[in-house]
């Protein structure tokens, strides 16, 4: 499956665990892959040292956070490139989704992938998280690589339903970050925020997630 970019740098071929991770749907997964290795850099979604390991620090890393998800409505807050939104509403298609972004051109981006994907399970919305406020109430939340886990509680919170939950994708300092947040943990009355190491059973880089919930 591999392709290059400019002739030199060369994506990284598909992981046998893509078909674990997304089953009969890998093929959909396959197809957002491709697109993002054809158009990603263009578009400014990605940056050119990230095709040589597209799957395993991007697609994959992103799909191991399925599990973790409920029936019901997840916002994706800062959802870019679709990472993860797009990925995981591929490996959920129980799940619904909104995905949270407020740039123009990424938004386009984001709806062009439902359509071409038949993601009948994706609604796109250009806006803040702030701006968000108001909209129907979320089961739980995610983001990937948008802010401080201090700064993302009074963003994520407020779009909540009570007992809902923030599923946070983190990097090494994900522990740290939680320490950073105390008076936005008190503040918002936090539970159970704890941070979950994915993807070693599968020997591929490890996938961080802080969860947290509200009170019901």
Not at 170 to 192: P, V, Y
Request: charged residues 30%; contains cysteine; hydrophobic residues 45%.
């Amino acid at each position: 499956m591999g392709t290059e970019s400019d002739g030199i740098t060369s994506a990284e071929q598909e992981p046998t665990l893509a078909r674990e991770l997304f089953g009969d749907r890998l093929d959909l997964a396959r197809r957002y892959t491709d697109d993002l290795i054809t158009r990603g850099e263009e578009l400014g979604l990605i940056g050119p040292l990230e095709l040589p390991r597209i799957w395993t620090r991007h697609i994959v890393n992103c799909a191991l956070v399925a599990p973790l998800l409920r029936p019901g409505v997840v916002g994706d807050i800062g959802s870019g490139a679709g990472l993860p939104g797009i990925v995981l509403a591929v490996a959920r298609p129980d799940v619904d989704f909104v995905l949270i972004e407020p740039m123009e051109r990424r938004v386009a981006w984001l709806e062009k992938q439902r359509e071409n994907l038949g993601l009948e399970n994706v609604r796109v919305v250009r806006a803040r998280a702030e701006e968000y406020r108001g909209e129907a109430q979320l089961d739980q939340v995610t983001a990937r690589a948008v802010s401080a886990f201090a700064k993302l509680v009074p963003l994520c919170a407020p779009l909540l339903k009570p007992g809902g939950e923030m599923v946070l994708m983190k990097g090494a300092g994900a522990a740290r970050e939680i320490d950073s947040a105390e008076k936005a943990i008190r503040r918002f009355k936090l539970t159970g925020v704890e941070v979950l190491e994915l993807g070693a059973e599968h020997g591929v880089e490890i996938t961080r997630v802080i969860r947290a919930s509200l009170p019901a």
